[in-house]
């Protein structure tokens, strides 16, 4: 069954460093998220991505973050200073531009921690 | 208001028992409805659409009332492994705008 992948599982910087956060979405998937958990909290929508361009973000999506498909497989999210508080649980998802249910299929995610 | 309210619970409910999570929304232009589940330190995965007429998967029944702005879970036969926090999602503006509710969290004892 395809999946989502993303990668790193964990990711631990410095703050003020920029991290790079990768995800692989379901090869026919035309839209595509991202989202964050901070531990012990909702999940909170960041941004959704269509068509190589922001469709909608969120309050939370500000200067410091920015989304890229460089390619016909990755999906980036890029902080670019990371703050103590950008420290979360990332997830990407994906979905099939068809898809009557409106699906969402996430990535197992990757944890962000920020020392 | 909250945008997506859900008690966080927990509920602690014996194995076989019936269990009912509410969820309320505040914008009435939410166009579409889920249910997710997410296991601790897991990703979210979809459990159930939720659409005005109703709908059953098996053991799970969900409702949307629009007119009320809430939509409902029922779980029959309560099963240990439906253990976890189930989420109510709530979408606007095609799908492009994606609201979670803090969740519910479901403990089903032996």
């Known amino acids: 069954e395809p999946e989502v992948t993303q990668t790193p599982s964990h990711q631990v910087t410095q703050m003020g460093q920029e991290v790079i956060l990768r995800c692989v979405p379901i090869s026919n998937h035309l839209y595509f998220y991202w989202y964050r958990q901070i531990l012990g909290q909702k999940v909170e929508f960041l941004v959704s991505f269509y068509n190589n361009e922001i469709s909608e973000k969120s309050e939370i999506f500000d200067d410091q973050f920015s989304v890229e498909r460089p390619d016909g497989s990755n999906f980036t999210l890029k902080i670019r200073s990371t703050k103590l508080e950008d420290s979360a649980m990332y997830f990407c998802?994906?979905?099939?531009?068809?898809?009557?249910?409106?699906?969402?299929?996430f990535g197992p995610g990757t944890r962000l921690t920020v020392t | 208001r909250k945008e997506v309210e859900q008690d966080p619970g927990p509920f602690n409910v014996p194995e076989g028992a019936t269990v009912a999570f509410n969820c309320t929304y505040s914008?009435?232009?939410?166009?579409?409805f889920f249910w997710y589940r997410q296991d601790c330190r897991k990703e979210p995965k979809l459990l159930m659409s939720v659409y005005s007429s109703g709908n059953e998967d098996g053991r799970f029944t969900a409702q949307l009332n629009r007119a009320s702005q809430y939509i409902s879970l029922l779980i029959r036969d309560s099963k240990l492994s439906d253990s976890a926090t189930y989420l109510c999602v709530v979408t606007q503006r095609g799908y492009q705008k994606v609201t979670f509710g803090t969740g519910t969290k479901l403990q089903v004892i032996p």
């Open positions: 998802a994906s979905r099939h531009r068809d898809s009557l249910t409106y699906e969402q299929y």
């Open positions: 914008n009435s232009a939410s166009q579409s």
